[in-house]
């Protein structure tokens, strides 16, 4: 099984700057690495995929990058909005998928 | 534009089985494009998945869940389901269906959710 760990597990930011989340995969997934974001009682909701390509929607600000077994997701200037738990998933070695702990960005 | 909705009892007793249905409605389960899934999490945790299948049937479940899961289609219905068998407070989570386009790609739409307790 390939083990996701994501750091930090809480990120203290200040609405209008920058966070970068990170997120290491145990073994190399290629660039099969999808993030998601989750608010408080919603499903989570696909930001990036295929490791650096936004989902339909998804505001500019919100980048990835890495390939292999790190991974990056930046979020440019931080919107109210934004704040949320964020989570990494690899779809390259299954079964089965599997999700990093979660980083959770919150307002500093 | 595709919506998926979970339903079943909220409530289930530990060594019992969870049933869980998702009703498809926007879009047909029997396309050939598209897999559909289950994925959990427990309150204040993180996500698991537990297993996909095919409208032809096919399935892939998760090693860690294998022996007790079975997730089937209807495709009368257009609505797939979940079965979990032998069932602790461990399975305690909200439920998740979700469609994704195949094995290597990500996960989109995911309907809203399900809470299940387990408890007696």
């Known amino acids: 099984e390939t083990v996701m760990t994501q750091s930090p597990g809480t990120l203290s930011v200040s609405p209008g700057e920058r966070a970068t989340l990170s997120c290491r995969a145990s073994?190399?997934?290629?660039?099969?690495l999808a993030w998601y974001q989750q608010k408080p009682g919603q499903a989570p909701r696909l930001l990036i995929y295929g490791a650096s390509t936004r989902a339909t929607g998804i505001p500019a600000r919100f980048s990835g990058s890495g390939s292999g077994t790190e991974f990056t997701l930046t979020i440019s200037s931080l919107q109210s909005e934004d704040f949320a738990v964020y989570y990494c998933?690899?779809?390259?070695?299954?079964?089965?998928?599997?999700f990093g702990q979660g980083t959770k960005v919150e307002i500093k | 534009q595709l919506q998926l909705q979970e339903s079943g009892p909220g409530l289930v007793k530990p060594s019992e089985t969870l049933s869980l249905t998702c009703t498809v409605s926007?879009?047909?389960?029997?396309?050939?494009?598209?897999?559909w899934g289950w994925i959990r999490q427990p309150p204040g945790k993180g996500l698991e998945w537990i297993g996909s299948?095919?409208?032809?049937?096919?399935?892939y479940y998760n090693p860690s869940l294998r022996s007790r899961v079975t997730i089937s289609v209807d495709t009368s219905k257009n609505q797939f389901s979940l079965k979990l068998s032998s069932v602790t407070a461990a399975d305690t989570a909200v439920y998740y269906c979700?469609?994704?386009?195949?094995?290597?790609?990500?996960?989109?739409?995911w309907g809203q959710g399900t809470l299940v307790t387990v408890s007696s």
């Open positions: 073994q190399s997934v290629s660039s099969n």
């Open positions: 979700v469609r994704h386009s195949g094995m290597a790609t990500p996960i989109l739409p």
């Open positions: 299948i095919y409208y032809s049937g096919s399935t």
């Open positions: 998933q690899q779809y390259h070695n299954w079964p089965p998928w599997t």
């Open positions: 926007g879009g047909s389960i029997s396309s050939s494009t598209y897999y």
